[in-house]
T-cell receptor, first 115, second 110 residues
Framework: DTGVSQNPRHKITKRGQNVTFRCDPI?????LYWYRQTLGQGPEFLTY????????KSRLLSDRFSAERPKGSFSTLEIQRTEQGDSAMYLC?????????????FGAGSRLTVL | GNSVTQMEGPVTLSEEAFLTINCTYT??????LFWYVQYPGEGLQLLLK?????DKGSNKGFEATYRKETTSFHLEKGSVQVSDSAVYFC?????????FGTGTSLTVIP
């Protein structure tokens, strides 16, 4: 069990550029979640996958955001035409089971700074 | 809807002091409840959980009891250490969805 891995850990970009984050979950976990965390706030749900199917998306996930999980393994979160308001920590978590057995394991996060 | 409210910080305590961080929840059913901890520069880590009413979750000297009558899941520790300095998040899960509080920052001074 190598945990949840996220790359890059920190991305600095100029407004209007596209960025992509990658998450490698724990291999036995069939669920994968993306959250956004800003300073002083808790994680805010963006989207989640069960295997390769994207089952739910938050209203926070505007048209500029897209997430994929091909083959139910790693996932990518792409932000197009970045805005300064996109600056945040993007957290990936994976889990399995249901109810109280569905415990999330988080990665260390990818911090985005939009200049 | 489902939501979690936890006490605002920051909280500053001296080493060996007693800790309580309050958490209350609103849920449409009977959720599972969690406390996660985030150390500086790291991701969130599960601290403890409880899956039904009156369950007590415990880990590393921390405890929390699932109180359905008061819809609460307060975190307690009898004697905090400097190494407990971190941000603590209360969370609930319902179905496959998780809802987090805003976090409470704890600083323990020697």
């Amino acid at each position: 069990d190598t945990g949840v891995s996220q790359n890059p850990r920190h991305k600095i970009t100029k407004r209007g550029q596209n960025v992509t984050f990658r998450c490698d979950p724990i291999s036995e976990h069939n669920r994968l979640y993306w959250y956004r965390q800003t300073l002083g706030q808790g994680p805010e749900f963006l989207t989640y996958f069960q295997n390769e199917a994207q089952l739910e998306k938050s209203r926070l996930l505007s048209d500029r955001f897209s997430a994929e999980r091909p083959k139910g393994s790693f996932s990518t979160l792409e932000i197009q035409r970045t805005e300064q308001g996109d600056s945040a920590m993007y957290l990936c978590a994976s889990g399995r089971g249901s109810g109280g057995a569905n415990v999330l394991t988080f990665g260390a996060g990818s911090r985005l700074t939009v200049l | 809807g489902n939501s979690v409210t936890q006490m605002e910080g920051p909280v500053t305590l001296s080493e060996e002091a007693f800790l309580t961080i309050n958490c209350t929840y609103t849920a449409t059913g009977y959720p599972s409840l969690f406390w996660y901890v985030q150390y500086p520069g790291e991701g969130l880590q599960l601290l403890l959980k409880a899956t039904k009413a009156d369950d007590k979750g415990s880990n590393k000297g921390f405890e929390a009891t699932y109180r359905k009558e008061t819809t609460s899941f307060h975190l307690e520790k009898g004697s905090v250490q400097v190494s407990d300095s971190a941000v603590y998040f209360c969370a609930l899960s319902w179905g496959n969805q998780f809802y987090f509080g805003t976090g409470t920052s704890l600083t323990v001074i020697p």
